[in-house]
């Protein structure tokens, strides 16, 4: 998608646009208006007098809200620049536009003002994979709007247009004639509504609109309060600021609010195609926003609980106690073309549930949502002994059971090459991923202190905490890749180590299952040349068959990924090599301003100079706009011990000072400060202080001493 | 008469409590069109415990469909949620209770099998 397209969203609703205001979707074009995962508009053409007009600035207001100054003619000359327009559109339950045109000339003047109007109403997978449509669309104009409808057997989706003015409706649009005083100006508000036949979703107006002035200026009171609750960041490198405060901003935009819990939002996976329930990505997101908005963390416990499988439904690969990978409600979903109703594949998000479950309880000390999800938890844990070991050995697998439109790799890394042997090819299914044998671990330890802690049931703790370590022992032995020093990527349905060198174990040392000894030899390779550009820790190793420095999984660094790995360092006591990880992330984010990409490539930073950023669509991605947060957290060394917040700082070189203030949790609100010794007069120059060349060798400098808050959980 | 909907909504007021609605307290109305009649089943929720009537009273939220539709769910040959996006039967009122309530359907008779590890460890 190219970058001058204009974006907008209020939760799953967005209108993506040119730079004129203009929408001139194809099927396989995605401009539109998108609602629920259908597109409710595919063309929304101004023009004047028959002509289109050239835009002269765009003006994001709000990230719901934006403004375009706009002229008539075409080409780069200006054929009359004595009028201008603009138009004023915010999204919410479709759009409200403010249409202005200004006569600056001392006479008056007469226009025919047209807005084509059209819809293809094309669900969001069609738009991704052109497909074409199987129902009927009709069109009629009553009581002063045009409404355009589709319709496949009880499948009924709308869009109602109307106008302020006065205008000629068609069935292809609507037709101002206007006069216009010398230095008058003329005004229409146009109103778009989508409809959900069924689904209580009728609403006569668009969110915003003179008659709805109040809903902006809740929105955007909603953004500042927002932004006030938020810890505040101070810190001698600007850099920092400035993305900290893109997260906060993306974040606030990436909110969604699931019809089941009105008034609360979890974090969508990423803007504006994947603006809906992940799994995975909720809760990672959810993970790293805790010290800073902890309501998310509870949101997407809860959204993911309500919805959590009860059946065995291979379509859908539902099983009790299984969490969705991903929900969606366009037409395919609908009659069952594609199974995102909600889907269930995906492996890690069950484990993850509980792990989030733990970790906002020791952020928050809420018991009570512990208690109320305590069924969800108990049927999480259990799917992964009962559901999730698919080759009967003990390690939780995955292979799809609905083999036409389910997903091959259930793991984060979902494309088709990201688990490989070190020779490149390729492994059969069932797969054992490393990273799942980590999240199991971990979900069954904090599994037990809650059972323990909360839910009053010593006997299950105890049984939870033997299963955890004889998976830890069973791993150690099984996945150990002896001659290489690092832990397996996976193991194939053999039982063979699948042996490429991946990232995957840096999220093994998040967990906690790996041995002290094994960790140390992991962090060699971490920090090491061929996982280490200088920039992070790249998906796949340098060396390995299927390494490629602009692979989606096989080469590529991830913010995501490298901030629980920065997390993992730091719980095995390697401070200096965690703060090493967040500085060589966090001085990329400078070259995107602030705002992480979801991957750049793996080239080594001496060689590019800049981090050459992965083409995705989705930008923000939640995951992504997280991992600053992260990173604050891991430098600061934020770790609830009980009622308390310890603060470790360990910051890079470059870096003098952080101080994050009012952090909200158990505590009530506590402060942290972390300080580097910098050489007076000098301004951090993070960027120089990592140095043209990759980390190089392993950094053996534990500045830490062995007494780390964490470790009393390994 | 044994049917699906019957067979249902009686085992479900056997039960007496419903370990997946514990945390759900409200009510809902199923309005079932049969031909000419209109069938009304009121569930009744207070923290897992069900009571299940006839009563055609208010409810938190009124499903109106067709008593084939309600069968095939009540069997496993329908997916509430995707019928609820084709708009097979509308929905008035709080959607939470609903999306609590279709976790009580079963899955396609088909698909409930044993794969290696199910029986390994059920509590």
Redesign the interface.
């Known amino acids: 998608m190219s970058d001058d397209l204009v974006k907008i969203l209020d939760g799953n609703t967005f209108v993506v646009s040119d730079s004129r205001g203009d929408i001139e979707a194809s099927l396989s074009d995605p401009t539109g208006l998108f609602s629920w995962d259908t597109r409710f508009l595919s063309t929304w053409v101004l023009t004047i007098d028959g002509q289109r007009l050239n835009a002269l600035s765009v003006d994001d207001l709000q990230y719901f809200e934006t403004r375009f100054f706009l002229v008539p003619g075409t080409g780069t000359v200006y054929i009359d620049a004595k009028l201008s327009v603009i138009r004023r559109r915010a999204v919410g339950d479709g759009f409200h536009e403010q249409l202005t045109i200004l006569n600056h000339d001392d006479r008056a003047i007469d226009l025919e003002v047209r807005v084509k109007v059209d819809s293809d109403f094309a669900d969001l997978f069609e738009v991704k994979d052109a497909l074409k449509k199987k129902g009927e669309y009709h069109r009629r104009v009553e009581d002063g709007r045009l409404v355009l409808g589709y319709r496949r ?4 989706r709308a869009t109602w247009i109307s106008a302020s003015a006065p205008a000629e409706i068609d069935e292809g649009g609507l037709t101002f004639t206007v006069h216009i005083e010398p230095h008058d100006e003329w005004t229409t508000d146009l109103h778009v509504v989508t409809a ?5 979703q009728e609403k006569q107006r668009p969110k915003h609109g003179p008659h709805a002035t109040s809903t902006r200026v809740d929105m955007e009171r909603g953004l500042e309060r927002w932004l006030a609750d938020a810890p505040r960041l101070e810190s001698d490198w600007g850099w920092l600021r400035i993305t900290y405060e893109r997260s906060l901003v993306d974040l606030a935009a990436l909110r969604f609010s699931p ?3 009105p008034g609360q939002s979890l974090p969508a996976a990423g803007l504006p195609w994947f603006m809906t329930m992940f799994g995975r990505d909720s809760i990672f997101t959810s993970l790293q926003a805790l010290p800073f908005a902890p309501d998310l963390a509870a949101t997407s416990l809860r959204a993911l609980a ?3 499988g ?7 690969e ?1 099983e009790p106690g299984r969490i969705l990978h991903e929900m969606r ?2 037409e395919m ?4 073309e594609r199974p995102h ?2 889907y269930y594949g995906c492996v890690d998000a069950t484990p993850l549930f509980v792990v989030l479950l733990d970790e906002y309880e020791r952020w928050t000390g809420d018991r009570g949502l512990v208690r ?2 305590e ?1 969800e938890a108990r049927a999480a844990l ?1 799917w992964v ?8 050995n003990g390690y939780i697998s995955y292979q799809r059971r609905n083999e036409q439109t389910g997903l091959e790799n259930q793991c984060w890394k979902d494309s088709w090459d990201s688990i490989s042997f070190h020779d490149g090819s390729l492994p059969g299914f069932p797969r054992a991923t490393c990273e799942l044998q980590g999240y199991a671990y971990d979900a069954k330890m904090r599994g037990a202190r809650l059972a323990r802690l909360v839910w009053k049931d010593p006997e299950f703790a105890d049984e939870l905490e033997k299963q955890a370590a004889d998976l830890k022992r069973r791993f150690n032995r099984d996945f150990w890749v002896e001659d290489g020093g690092y832990y397996a990527l996976a193991l194939d349905p053999d039982g063979r180590r699948v042996d490429a060198l991946a990232s995957n174990i840096g999220h093994l040392l998040w967990s906690g299952i790996a041995e002290r000894a094994k960790a140390r030899v992991c962090v060699e390779h971490l920090m090491g040349p061929r996982l280490f550009s200088g920039w992070g820790v790249r998906t796949l190793a340098e060396g390995e068959g299927r390494y490629n420095p602009i692979g989606y999984h096989v080469g590529t660094v991830w913010p995501f990924d490298n901030s629980f790995i920065a997390w993992g360092l730091r719980r095995y006591g390697y401070k200096a090599e965690a703060a090493r990880v967040a500085a060589g992330v966090l001085d990329a984010a400078r070259f995107f301003q602030g705002r992480l990409p979801e991957a750049f490539a793996g080239y080594p930073r001496g060689q590019t100079k800049y981090p050459v950023q992965y083409p995705t669509s989705c930008s923000p991605q939640a995951w992504s706009t997280g991992a600053p947060l992260l990173f604050l957290r891991t430098m600061l060394g934020l770790e609830p011990v009980s009622d308390h917040l310890i603060v470790d700082p360990a910051l890079p070189r470059g870096i003098g000072l952080i101080q994050l203030l009012d952090i909200p949790g158990r505590w009530g609100r506590v402060d942290a400060f972390g300080r580097e010794r910098v050489e007076a007069g000098k301004a951090p120059r993070l960027g120089s202080e990592l140095g043209p060349q990759p980390y190089g060798k392993p950094r053996r400098r534990r500045s830490t001493s062995p007494s780390s808050t964490r470790a009393s959980r390994d | 008469m044994a049917d699906a909907t019957q067979e249902f909504f009686e085992a479900l007021s056997a039960r007496r409590h419903e ?2 609605l ?2 759900v307290s409200g009510t809902l109305r199923f309005d079932l069109e049969d031909g000419g009649r209109v069938e009304h089943w009121f569930v009744g929720v207070t923290q897992g415990d069900v009571a299940v009537s006839h009563r055609r009273a208010a409810a938190d939220c009124v499903l109106r469909g067709s008593r084939a539709l309600f069968d095939g769910m009540a069997r ?1 040959d329908v ?1 509430a ?2 019928a ?10 709080d ?2 209770i609903v ?2 309530f279709q ?6 008779p088909s ?3 044993l ?9």
């Open positions: 057997e009880t499948f009924s959900m036949m069924g689904m209580g019809r089941s819990l309500q919805r959590q009860t059946r065995v439904d291979d379509f859908r539902e409600f366009g979903t609908a009659f069952e109703s909600p109320e999800l069924g259990h002994d009962a559901y999730a070991d698919r080759m009967g | 370990p997946l514990r945390s496993g997916n949620i995707a609820a996006l084709r708009g097979e039967f509308t929905i008035q009122g959607p939470a999306l609590a976790r009580l359907f079963p899955g396609p698909d409930e099998r794969t290696a590890g199910y029986a390994r460890s059920r509590r």
